[in-house]
């Protein structure tokens, strides 16, 4: 994990999803790629393929973000395309930049 870039937000939490099944979540976390914008990767144990746009496992993971701090509006499913199995990923509101730089995440598009 570069610590510049890789940032863990949360740690181990179980989420559910719109059809009333639990999930583990091992870490919610953020990774700069350099232009500004900030994705969210929810890592989860098991797979969670097609769950990618589920209202009430999103609104798990913001709720757990709101108990680390976060207090923005809510998280948007990501491009499909950067789905896995195992992992969710989301897009965060320009809002969510101030919670990640309390957090030690640096815009690195800035620099430019």
Do not use: C
Not at 61 to 88: F, I, N
């Amino acid at each position: 994990m570069n610590k510049d870039t890789d940032i863990q937000l949360s740690g181990p939490f179980k989420a559910t999803d719109g059809a009333g099944r639990a999930h583990d979540v091992k870490a919610i976390r953020i990774f700069d790629e350099g232009y500004g914008a900030i994705d969210v990767y929810v890592d989860f144990k098991a797979p969670i393929s097609g769950l990618h746009k589920d209202k009430a496992l999103i609104a798990a993971v913001v709720a757990q973000l709101r108990t680390v701090g976060y207090k923005g509006p809510e998280l948007a499913p990501g491009d499909p395309v950067l789905q896995e199995s195992r992992l969710l990923v989301l897009e965060a509101p320009d809002e969510f930049n101030t919670f990640a730089a309390g957090k030690g995440w640096k815009d690195l598009s800035e620099d430019f």
